[in-house]
Each structure stands twice: as C-alpha cells, then as structure tokens.
C-alpha cells in the first residue's frame, strides 16, 4: 500500500512540473511515515547520499568545461576538427559530430555539449546552405556523446550508487563512444543529399577537392593555438588510466589546468572568474540537489526490500541474461523519455542491479548498458532535454526536427543493442 502510494505520487509531481529532487523526497519522506520508519532511519540521507568522493567528480568537471567554453578553447578544437575533416563531404556536419565527442572528453555532461556546439557551429552550418531542422537534430544527438566519451557525469552517478570502479566505467565506455561517433558521422553522409541545399553544396564540399598543401598552409598554426584544449583530455583520462590519479583527482587537476591556461592566455579576464564559478556550482549544485534527495526515496526502497523483491521475481521469471537485459532496455528506455538522467539513474541503479548480479551479467557491462540506455531519452520526447536545447540555440522546433531525429533516435538504438548484446566492447580491456 505505502509503495504503491509513493509511486503515485511521485508520477504525479513529476508530472505537475515540482522540481525533480523536491519530486523524490517528499515521494520518499511520505512512503517512509506510512510505513511506520523512523525518522532518523531516513533524516542522514540525503547528507550520506553526498559524502561520496566519486561525486566530488562532478562539480569539477563542469567547472574544466566551463573554463574551456568561456575561454573559447572550445572554437580552437573545431578549428583542428576542421583540418582533420577537410576531405569529407558534408564536412561542418562531420566537425560537429566529432567535437561533440572531443567536448564530452572535458564536460562529461549532454546538454552542455549541445549548447556549447549548437552556439559555436549551429549558425556556421546554416550559413553552409543545411536545413534549420536537420542541423538542430545533428546537434542534439550528438550531445549524446558527451555521456559516452569519458568523463560522464551519469557513469560516475552510477558507479557511487551500487559501489562500482568509476575508472573501469571510463575505461568500459571508450569502444561504445567510438562507435557510436562513426556511426552519426556514416548517418550524416547519407543524409547529405537532402540537408544540403544543392545551390550551396558546392561551397561545402568544395575542400574535399581542395589542395592538399594549400589546406594545411595554416593548420600547424590552427593545431598550435589548440594545443592547450588537446592537452586537458590527456590530463584528465591519461591520469585516469595511467592509475596515477583517481577521477575526482584528475577533475580538479583537469580544473586548475583549465583555469591556468585560459588566464595566462589572456582569454578571460580576472572579473570574469567569479561568474564562472557561479555558473558551474549553479549546473552542479542542480545535479547534487536531485541526488541528495533522490537517495531518500531509495533508502526507502532499500527498507520496504523493493530490490530484493524484483531480484527474486526476476529470477523466477527467466534465469537468461539476455531476456533479462531486453526487458531492462524497454524499462530503461521508458524511463528516459520521462526522466531526468541522472535521477533516472539513481533510481533504477539499485532496483536493477540485484537482479543483473544474480543472473551473472558484469556490472561494469550493465552500468554502460544502463547509462547509454537512459542517455537516449534526452532525444526521446516528451522530456528530451537536448532537443528542446538545440532547438531554441538554433531557432527551430520540434517538428522541424523530428524527421531527422528519429533517423539519430534508430542509429543510438542499433549502437545500444549492440553493446547490450555484445559485452566485449564494454570490457575489452579485462
């Protein structure tokens, strides 16, 4: 009574618009009072829920990521994405992909991505003759790189909630993001037809015919003066790899180096620091707020036996990891469409992962499943966040862009079944 209660309730509010953090612990403090717990089981959530070094990570890579874009090392990276695609047709569309991927290297956050990209190469391939709705859609969906390319902020999120090694998460998640990036960069040379007004084609594609020589005339000077951008991923993931630093540890050197560079490059002044701090610890405090109060509405869970419960019926139901992981994709997925991610994530991390544990499936394997599964919702409506993003940067609308998102929307759930079916790509460094 008191679960089904709570489950209500909490659609409810999320449905009524209530702030998703506030959604989750009054869903939590109400489920709690009629099921008898006391108070003080319940009253140290939220600050235990936080003191967790892995999630140290997050405030810290979005502030590296908002150093990097108010220093506009960002533009410095598209300037040498642009050298290495020169030869491609449809090249803009190809630098925003692979940005994408680079930014998420630095960000570990989606939306961040696809508002850093769509300000910075939005207005450049409309004025390249691409269709307002295709090139919103381009933009969204490759936001979904910032996840999979490591750092990402939902991994680190999930590997706090059930115990897993952040850095094996990282590390699970290259070979996905790769192929994930190959996979929009081939959906976009077959789209190019017809996104690409043909009176204007000439002009974008003019380079791939372009002199070799001619091309790289000024590309050391474009690689020089993105050196200091290409240097932060290798701090933060070879410091990672390497096993010399933990994540947190390689955000906050990730951070400082941020921070060095783009003021002893004069590219922000002294007074603008401050506002940059801000704006980073109002992003993370936002993501904080909604794991703060989500862990109270789990510990509740975690009391009523609700992931043991679905662990055991699970079980009963089909002892195949592989049925197992199908209805977990159509579960997860649904709650992308109507979820924030990582509140998502810390709900369905510790009702799920019993169940995987039980069936023998890796969980660094069903972590990656999991996270690149609830990923996809930010390009699902009716929540969608990077759509509605990407659309208002770029002036366009839903209906513009949903006959190309849908097209991006069937390429990452090809990707994901490949990787929930196939679990080498996840651990192909064990």
Same mark, same amino acid.
């Given at each position: 009574?008191a679960?089904?209660?709570?489950?209500?309730?909490?659609?409810?509010?999320?449905?009524?618009?209530?702030?998703?953090g506030?959604?989750?612990?009054a869903?939590?403090i109400?489920?709690?009072?009629?099921?008898?717990?006391p108070?003080?089981?319940?009253?140290?959530?939220?600050y235990?829920?936080l003191?967790?070094?892995?999630l140290?990570?997050?405030?810290?890579?979005i502030?590296?990521?908002?150093?990097m874009?108010?220093?506009?090392?960002?533009?410095?990276?598209?300037?040498?994405?642009?050298?290495?695609?020169?030869?491609l047709p449809?090249?803009?569309?190809?630098?925003?992909?692979?940005s994408?991927?680079?930014?998420?290297?630095?960000?570990?956050?989606?939306?961040?991505?696809?508002?850093?990209i769509?300000?910075?190469? *939005?207005q450049k391939?409309l004025?390249?003759?691409?269709?307002?709705?295709?090139? =919103? !859609?381009v933009? #969204?969906a /490759?936001? &979904?790189?910032g996840?999979?390319?490591?750092p990402?902020?939902?991994?680190?999120v999930y590997?706090a909630?059930?115990?897993?090694s952040?850095?094996?998460?990282?590390l699970?998640?290259?070979v996905?993001?790769i192929i994930?990036?190959?996979?929009f960069?081939?959906?976009?040379?077959?789209?190019?037809?017809?996104?690409?007004?043909?009176?204007?084609?000439?002009?974008?594609?003019?380079?791939?015919r372009?002199?070799?020589?001619?091309?790289?005339?000024?590309?050391?000077?474009?690689?020089?003066r993105?050196l200091?951008?290409l240097?932060?991923?290798?701090?933060?993931?070879g410091?990672?790899?390497?096993?010399?630093?933990?994540?947190?540890?390689?955000a906050?050197?990730?951070g400082?180096y941020?921070l060095?560079?783009?003021l002893?490059f *004069?590219m922000?002044?002294?007074?603008?620091?401050p506002d940059?701090?801000?704006? =980073? !610890?109002?992003? #993370?405090? /936002?993501? &904080?707020?909604?794991?703060g109060?989500?862990?109270?509405?789990?510990k509740?869970?975690?009391?009523?036996?609700?992931?043991q419960?679905?662990?055991?019926?699970?079980v009963?139901?089909?002892?195949?990891?592989?049925?197992f992981?199908?209805?977990?994709?159509?579960?997860?997925?649904?709650?992308?469409?109507?979820?924030?991610?990582?509140?998502?994530?810390?709900?369905?991390?510790?009702?799920?992962?019993?169940?995987?544990?039980a069936?023998?499936?890796?969980?660094v394997?069903?972590?990656?499943?999991?996270?690149?599964?609830?990923?996809?919702?930010?390009?699902?409506?009716?929540?969608?966040?990077?759509?509605?993003?990407?659309?208002?940067?770029?002036?366009?609308?839903l209906?513009?862009?949903?006959?190309?998102?849908?097209k991006?929307?069937v390429?990452?759930?090809?990707v994901?079944?490949?990787v929930?079916?196939?679990?080498e790509l996840?651990?192909?460094?064990k």
């Amino acid at each position: 009574m008191a679960l089904g209660i709570m489950i209500v309730l909490l659609l409810v509010l999320l449905v009524i618009g209530v702030p998703v953090g506030f959604t989750f612990a009054a869903s939590g403090i109400i489920g709690g009072f009629l099921s008898n717990f006391p108070i003080s089981t319940i009253s140290s959530s939220t600050y235990y829920g936080l003191a967790s070094f892995p999630l140290l990570g997050i405030p810290l890579f979005i502030l590296a990521g908002e150093l990097m874009n108010r220093g506009k090392l960002i533009d410095r990276l598209i300037d040498v994405n642009e050298l290495c695609f020169y030869w491609l047709p449809g090249r803009t569309g190809h630098v925003s992909i692979v940005s994408s991927a680079f930014l998420g290297a630095m960000t570990g956050s989606s939306v961040a991505t696809v508002a850093a990209i769509s300000s910075s190469l *939005g207005q450049k391939m409309l004025d390249k003759g691409y269709d307002r709705g295709y090139v =919103a !859609a381009v933009n #969204a969906a /490759s936001g &979904l790189l910032g996840v999979l390319i490591p750092p990402s902020i939902p991994l680190i999120v999930y590997g706090a909630a059930v115990g897993v090694s952040v850095s094996e998460l990282f590390l699970a998640t290259i070979v996905p993001g790769i192929i994930m990036t190959v996979a929009f960069m081939l959906l976009h040379g077959f789209c190019l037809p017809k996104v690409l007004k043909k009176e204007t084609a000439e002009g974008e594609n003019e380079s791939a015919r372009g002199n070799r020589k001619e091309v790289w005339q000024d590309g050391w000077k474009r690689i020089l003066r993105a050196l200091p951008a290409l240097v932060l991923p290798v701090i933060i993931l070879g410091g990672i790899y390497s096993g010399l630093t933990t994540p947190t540890e390689a955000a906050a050197i990730g951070g400082f180096y941020a921070l060095v560079i783009i003021l002893l490059f *004069g590219m922000v002044s002294f007074r603008q620091i401050p506002d940059i701090f801000w704006m =980073a !610890a109002k992003t #993370a405090g /936002s993501i &904080l707020v909604i794991i703060g109060f989500t862990s109270v509405f789990n510990k509740i869970l975690t009391l009523m036996q609700v992931p043991q419960v679905i662990a055991e019926a699970t079980v009963r139901l089909t002892t195949n990891p592989y049925i197992f992981l199908f209805f977990v994709n159509i579960i997860l997925f649904l709650a992308g469409m109507f979820m924030e991610t990582n509140a998502a994530v810390l709900l369905l991390s510790p009702l799920l992962f019993p169940a995987a544990m039980a069936l023998g499936i890796d969980p660094v394997h069903f972590g990656i499943v999991l996270v690149t599964n609830i990923e996809i919702g930010l390009i699902t409506p009716p929540m969608a966040a990077n759509i509605y993003v990407s659309a208002r940067i770029n002036g366009s609308n839903l209906v513009e862009m949903w006959p190309h998102t849908r097209k991006f929307l069937v390429t990452a759930l090809c990707v994901l079944l490949l990787v929930t079916y196939v679990p080498e790509l996840s651990l192909w460094w064990k």
